[in-house]
């Protein structure tokens, strides 16, 4: 019997690897071990469960499987141009095979007269078939697993590796040594035995064994439905038990009554009526508070929504019972106008609000620091400088993060630790819709609150499509918009691989601009991230107050400003932009009474993508079937905030195409965890394990 080996072992340790191939495998894909081998899984699959006459051989096959004999093979040519061609024969006709590169190692690997297999992408040259490069194995070779298999399993790999030998077919062959010499009992597993029968769900072992070596059709149905329950349901379990942990851990501060502020305030200055969407929300918010639990809940709520005053009223609940409250904003421009709206608010009922950034500086920044350290000030308001070491709150009993996963989940641990007793109520908002799958994936641990009403006086945005050919019929509708006493946001696109470029793009635009809204008749404002914040403030401020009728910008207004006048959104080359982050933007208007309009701006042509991007946001307003579309044309991966602390990163299941299982998962999770919490029953050993006992799960119940 072959040795047995371990998976804990270095992946060089594997035969046909050694320490060239491991080290690249270890930079390329971040294989270290064989334990990451074995879950590095194949993408698709080759049926080679059938073979193909060559006479049969159809012009529009993309690959073909051939028995056939080798009858002749010679060199051609010289140097670079040099290249190996090969004929084959079968019972009904003849095929060549062609290679160009790695003839030297070809060679030696062909014998007149023999028999393969031989597998390949076929190409027609005047009419008559061929393989370039073709995967050819010796049927008398009986050492050779691969010969055997019906199903090949096709990998991901890279340029570099598949020079060194580790392309896909190298990875399926290293993966057959692997399972040579990998015994089942080297793989634990880790679903209880009531499960995997009420689910009738294979092995552990043998659905890593089909997975990666299938015989047949069914081997990788029943390894791919247990990979991918496994999979949505331990991040489920995760979740799930990293919030009962965190509640037991983390008593809350419990804020009995509403308080004189919150009643003063929705009595007597609330600027408009609230909807119904807002006070459910609001309620259930203060039962959390109320619990003496710590609350952990995301607020979702679609642009225009009125998150803003449901933070503030929230956070008017958490000084009413004698604590300070903060909101953290990702970016100066949002915290800025977060200041300005709440310390209009407080001003009303005697409260004192500050507005921290890096830009608060000497003896501005040392009077904050102190009115936050004796509770005079009461809410803070301010980008990441919140969690500085020198910054101490007297009495911190409620932190607001807007747009949450601009933040790291590092950062909003340090902002909970500002509180001295013990773990402030925490309320994270975005205005980033998102599918009710991906919520319970990525927000699976808190509690979800949704404002699903805008306000009855909010109108549709008209959305419309225009190309370059369009563009002067732009130019004279802004002029109209703006002869009305409107104003206009024109958002050029940010283009990740060049800031530079970036703004040269928006510097060319704003030229442009003047050409046919020339000064003194017209005043544009811009803005973009790399002026100082002084001037951008300046410039913004012009706009706010209406002094401006343009503001030519990049996405760097994509939160954060609330201009009710501003009538008019146009997206240049939005073909470049997100659909949320198009969502986003238009959200930026229609906050007045008047009728607004977003206008997508592309070139004369467009790939079926954007087509299809475009179209989806003429067609609604509706952010969370936008979210929709963009998971369904994107995937979760690309979805804006999904990619934080490492739960998405799904190796076999997918978000949009497996939400039975995620609801499967999600149901037994929550069941599991309601009759035996603590996971000490004998039946949940394998889960105490991989959860009590897990590091992450241990980190997300600490610091929520």
């Not at 060089?12 to 080290?23: A, F, N």
Request: with cysteine; aromatic share 8%; proline share 4%.
């Amino acid at each position: 019997m072959s040795q047995r080996i371990h998976l804990d072992l270095p992946i060089e340790y594997l035969k046909g690897v050694g320490p060239i191939k491991g080290s690249l495998l270890r930079k390329q894909l971040s294989i270290d071990k064989l334990s990451d081998l074995i879950q590095y899984f194949p993408f698709r699959y080759v049926d080679k469960t059938e073979y193909v006459a060559i006479r049969d051989i159809n012009i529009h096959a993309d690959a073909v499987q051939i028995k056939a004999k080798l009858i002749s093979f010679q060199e051609d040519g010289q140097g670079k141009a040099k290249r190996l061609i090969a004929q084959v024969e079968d019972h009904s006709g003849r095929l060549e095979l062609i290679w160009f590169q790695g003839i030297s190692w070809i060679l030696p690997n062909l014998h007149k007269g023999q028999e393969y297999v031989i597998f390949g992408k076929i190409n027609f040259i005047k009419s008559k078939p061929s393989i370039a490069h073709p995967e050819m194995e010796l049927i008398k070779d009986s050492q050779n697993p691969a010969s055997q298999l019906g199903y090949q399993a096709v990998y991901s790999t890279t340029e570099t590796l598949t020079n060194k030998g580790l392309g896909s077919r190298g990875i399926a062959n290293i993966m057959q040594i692997l399972f040579q010499h990998l015994h089942h009992t080297e793989v634990s597993e880790n679903l209880p035995d009531y499960i995997i029968q009420k689910f009738q769900l294979i092995s552990r072992y043998d659905s890593l064994k089909k997975i990666h070596l299938p015989k047949e059709q069914a081997d990788i149905i029943h390894a791919t439905n247990r990979l991918k329950f496994e999979e949505l349901f331990f991040i489920q379990m995760r979740m799930l038990f990293a919030k009962m942990q965190r509640q037991k851990q983390s008593k809350g501060y419990q804020f009995f009554q509403l308080g004189y502020y919150f009643n003063q305030f929705y009595e007597h200055f609330l600027p408009f009526p609230l909807t119904k969407a807002q006070q459910r929300v609001i309620k259930e918010i203060h039962a959390d508070m109320y619990s003496g639990y710590q609350m952990n809940r995301l607020l979702q709520g679609d642009v225009g929504s009125g998150k803003t005053i449901v933070s503030f009223l929230v956070m008017l609940i958490a000084i009413g019972n004698s604590y300070q409250a903060c909101i953290m904003a990702p970016t100066e421009v949002l915290a800025t106008q977060h200041y300005q709206t709440i310390s209009a608010y407080c001003g009303n009922i005697g409260l004192k609000a500050c507005l921290l950034t890096s830009q608060v500086k000497g003896k501005d920044r040392v009077a904050i620091l102190e009115g936050l350290g004796d509770g005079s000030i009461h809410i803070a308001i301010g980008t990441h400088a919140l969690i500085e070491d020198p910054i101490v709150f007297d009495n911190l009993g409620l932190c607001v993060v807007d747009e949450q996963h601009r933040f790291g989940v590092e950062q909003r641990a340090k902002l909970w630790k500002k509180a001295k007793n013990k773990t402030p109520h925490v309320l994270v908002m975005t205005a980033t819709p998102i599918p009710r799958t991906l919520a319970m994936t990525i927000y699976g641990d808190l509690d979800v609150s949704i404002i699903d009403e805008l306000p009855p006086n909010r109108r549709d945005i008209k959305t419309m499509h225009l190309t370059d050919f369009h563009r002067m019929q732009l130019y004279n509708f802004m002029k109209e918009q703006i002869a009305l006493g409107r104003q206009i946001y024109m958002v050029f696109p940010l283009i990740e691989e060049s800031e530079k470029m970036d703004i040269e793009n928006l510097n060319i635009g704003y030229e442009k601009l003047l050409t046919f809204f020339p000064l003194p008749e017209y005043r544009i404002s811009i803005v973009h991230g790399k002026m100082k914040s002084a001037s951008k403030a300046s410039e913004m401020d012009l706009f706010v107050k209406g002094s401006s009728h343009i503001m030519v910008a990049t996405t760097v207004i994509e939160v954060g400003v609330n201009v009710p006048n501003a009538s008019v959104m146009v997206i240049e080359n939005s073909e470049r932009f997100g659909l949320s982050q198009l969502h986003q933007l238009r959200g930026r208007v229609g906050r007045g009474a008047e009728q607004s309009y977003c206008i997508l701006m592309t070139g004369n042509r467009v790939s079926l993508d954007a087509q299809k991007k475009i179209e989806t946001m003429v067609s609604t307003n509706d952010g969370f079937k936008i979210a929709e579309a963009d998971l369904e044309m994107r995937g979760p991966g690309d979805l804006e905030g999904t990619k934080q602390s490492g739960l998405l990163e799904l190796k076999m299941a997918d978000i949009k195409e497996d939400n039975r299982i995620l609801t499967v998962a999600r149901n037994l999770a929550e069941a599991i965890l309601a009759k035996d919490p603590n996971l000490e029953h004998p039946s949940n050993k394998l889960l105490n394990q991989a959860l009590v006992q897990d590091p992450l799960a241990q980190f997300l119940a600490k610091i929520g």
